[in-house]
Structure formats: structure tokens, C-alpha cells
């Protein structure tokens, strides 16, 4: 098995971590990281039989690589994404989930705790930044002051804080870590208020309740308790954030939760989707030209959405064609499979983890240039979380 602190190194190197404290260093550090692997690779340490859902997994990303270097030689760059950034991003991920996939279980959530907490403080210190004046600057200038993370951008860095949580909350319910739970959940919301990103919150809440009432089974008096504490500071942090700070973050947005259906950024991603299966019987090989979509919309629609769908569905089906669906699909589809047959993960729980995989693809500007996304569902849904409660 791969060596824990190596790999921490490893995933440290290839993450955005590493861009956001390192500028333009962080570049020459993750051409470090491929090296890193392949000593990985040189130590055998890295194991070369998988299981059947394993190997669909790297099947599916190893496709990924060769639909990128085929937009490499004969593709394009209309939008502000560069074609061989798609190509080393895949390369990263298919990379980065080999290395997952020999990290023994038992060390997986010390990894993952390391950078949930990372990701936490960095959130942290923005918010501290921008309304205090004191912490870590933002590096990307909005029109609006906004908590971003590491991953640049306020909705990356909520989806990729909301898989940390998932993995960890499914390892502490596992081995009935009750309190622990209950703590970082409350970070994590806390950091969800932050990032004022509705979606993941609405999937954050809606796996926290069914985690509770999963929890219920076992210690009714504990849980009850927590619960009550538990939502009165969920009440008490909302509603002083609203009161004190809403001129900057946006609450309001969260109010409104209630109708997103009638949102604009709701329905931005809905007509993505439904103007791919509008045109699936013309995608043919694609435009193989990243962000030139237009094809695909009417002249009615928006122009952002022209150049970023913001649905890797059809983002990756527009760029490739059908073979960009076959693999897009594919690949979600085996990660449901592999998480229905995960018998580790209990039924109740997997209802909004599978909610969360198809609606998290739709949250990012564009999951072609996040590293750790597919890796960390990839975790999520392979680790055998009953050997990790024995250990």
C-alpha cells in the first residue's frame, strides 16, 4: 500500500492547495507531483489487480485522457479554458484516483480531515478578509466580494468541501464517533453559509438529517440532544449572519431556496440539459473546441452558456460528441452502481449521497478543470467503511 505521508505529499502537490499558497510556483510543484507518482509507481507499492468497478472507474478516465489528446492535436480554444489544461487535468485525476485506491481505508480519514481542515481555514480567513480587513486575501477579483476557497471560484470549492464531509461523516457514523460527527457538521455548514452556494447546502442538509436519523437507531438520548443544540446554533449562525453581513454575503440567496426552480442559475444549468437532449441526435463528434457551444442553443439563450454550459454532461458531450456522452454518463453511472454495492454505506444514507453525484456535476463552472472532484467521489463511494470501523 502506498505510503500515507507520500501520498498526502502527492495529493498536496496536485491540488489547488498548492496553486493557492504557492502562485506561480504551484505550477512547477505539480510537474514535481507527476514525479512523485511514478517513484510511487517504481517502489511496486502500487497495486495492479482491481475490482470490476475499479476498473470501470480507470477505464472511463483513461478515455478521458484520449478524448483530451485527440482535442489536444486537433481541437481548439475558443473559451477561456485551454485545451491542454483538459488534457493534464485528466491526467491528474486518473493519477490521483490510483493513488486513492492504495491508500488503505484506515488512513483514508486522516488524508481527508487534513485537507477538509485546509480547506476550512482557508475559507475562514477570507471571510475574515473581506469583512475584517484581516486574514487571507481572495486571489481572483469578482464583481462582487466573495468567500471562494482554494478552488478559486465559491461554487468548486463548496462541492469539493461537501465530498470532504460526506467521507468523513460516513466514516463517524460507521464508528460511532457521534460528537465528531456533530462537530464537523457544524463547520461544514458553517462553511456552506460562507459559500452561499444553495445547491450544496440543500444536499448537506438533506444527508445531515438522514445521517441523524440513521444515528437515532443507536443512542436516542445523545443524538435527541445534539439535534436540539445542533439546530438552535444552525438558527442562531443563519439568522446573525443575515442580520449582520447580508450586504455581503447574499443570504437572501439562501432564502429564496425555496423557489429554485424559478431561479436564473437553476434554470441556467435546466436549458443546458435540456438542449442536449434537444440536439442528441446532432452532436455527432463535437465542436471539439472548448467553450464554443452555440451550436447547441437558440439565439434567445444566454451567451455564458454558449461558452459554459455549466453541466458536464453536456459540456463534455458538446466538446466530444457521443463519445463525450458514452463517457460522461458512463462514468456516473458506475459510480451509483459501485455506491448501491457498497453494503459498508448504510441504504437511508446512499439516497442523498446518489442525489448529491448527479446534482454536484451541475454545481462547478466546469468540472473539466477540478482536479480532485471525480478522485474524491471515487473515495466516497469505494471505501469499505466496516473494515475502517474494525481498525
Not at 463517524?172 to 456533530?182: A, C, G, M, S, V
Not at 453559509?193 to 437515532?216: D, E, H, K, N, Q
Not at 467553450?291 to 454532461?313: I, R
Not at 463517457?327 to 442523498?352: A, E, Q, T
Request: aromatic residues 22%; glycine residues 4%; hydrophobic residues 55%.
Amino acid at each position: 500500500m502506498v505510503n500515507l505521508n507520500v501520498s498526502i505529499i502527492y495529493l498536496f502537490l496536485c491540488s489547488y492547495m498548492v496553486l493557492y499558497f504557492m502562485g506561480p510556483l504551484g505550477h512547477v510543484l505539480n510537474i514535481f507531483s507527476f514525479l512523485l507518482f511514478f517513484l510511487l509507481l517504481i517502489s511496486l507499492k502500487i497495486k495492479y489487480k482491481y475490482t470490476l468497478s475499479e476498473f470501470y472507474f480507470l477505464f472511463f478516465i483513461f478515455l478521458m485522457i484520449l478524448l483530451s489528446l485527440v482535442l489536444n492535436v486537433f481541437g481548439y480554444s475558443s473559451g477561456g479554458i485551454q485545451k491542454d489544461l483538459v488534457l493534464y487535468v485528466s491526467i491528474v485525476v486518473f493519477l490521483s484516483i490510483l493513488v486513492f485506491l492504495n491508500i488503505d481505508d484506515a488512513n483514508l480519514f486522516k488524508l481527508i480531515l487534513f485537507l477538509f481542515t485546509c480547506e476550512f481555514i482557508t475559507i475562514f480567513l477570507q471571510f475574515t478578509y473581506l469583512y475584517f480587513g484581516f486574514g487571507l486575501q481572495p486571489v481572483v477579483e469578482l464583481d462582487y466580494k466573495s468567500v471562494q476557497g482554494m478552488s478559486l471560484n465559491p461554487n468548486n470549492t463548496s462541492v469539493i468541501f461537501a465530498l470532504y464531509y460526506f467521507y468523513l461523516a460516513i466514516f463517524l457514523i460507521n464508528t460511532k464517533k457521534h460528537l465528531f460527527f456533530y462537530i464537523i457538521s457544524f463547520f461544514a455548514f458553517f462553511a456552506f453559509i460562507l459559500l452561499v452556494s444553495r445547491t450544496v447546502l440543500l444536499c448537506f442538509l438533506l444527508f445531515f438529517f438522514v445521517s441523524v436519523l440513521v444515528m437515532l437507531k443507536k443512542n436516542i438520548k445523545f443524538n435527541i440532544f445534539f439535534i436540539f443544540l445542533f439546530g438552535f446554533l444552525f438558527l442562531f449562525l443563519f439568522f446573525n449572519f443575515n442580520f449582520n453581513f447580508n450586504d455581503y454575503l447574499k443570504l437572501d440567496k439562501i432564502e429564496s431556496i425555496s423557489v429554485l426552480s424559478s431561479d436564473d442559475s437553476a434554470n441556467f444549468r435546466f436549458i443546458s440539459f435540456v438542449r442536449l437532449f434537444e440536439n442528441i441526435a446532432n452532436i455527432g463528434m463535437g465542436t471539439l473546441s472548448v467553450g464554443d457551444y452555440g451550436h447547441f442553443y437558440q439565439s434567445a439563450d444566454d451567451d455564458l452558456m454558449k461558452s459554459n454550459p455549466h453541466v458536464f454532461f453536456s459540456e463534455y458531450s458538446f466538446l466530444f460528441g457521443y463519445s463525450g456522452f458514452f463517457v460522461s454518463f458512463g462514468l456516473f453511472i458506475s459510480l451509483i452502481w459501485k455506491l448501491l454495492k457498497n453494503s459498508s454505506i448504510n441504504s437511508f444514507i446512499k439516497i442523498p449521497l446518489i442525489i448529491s453525484i448527479l446534482l454536484f456535476q451541475a454545481v462547478p463552472s466546469s468540472i473539466l478543470t477540478i482536479i480532485n472532484f471525480l478522485p474524491l467521489m471515487v473515495i466516497i463511494v469505494c471505501t469499505n467503511y466496516s473494515i475502517t470501523s474494525r481498525k
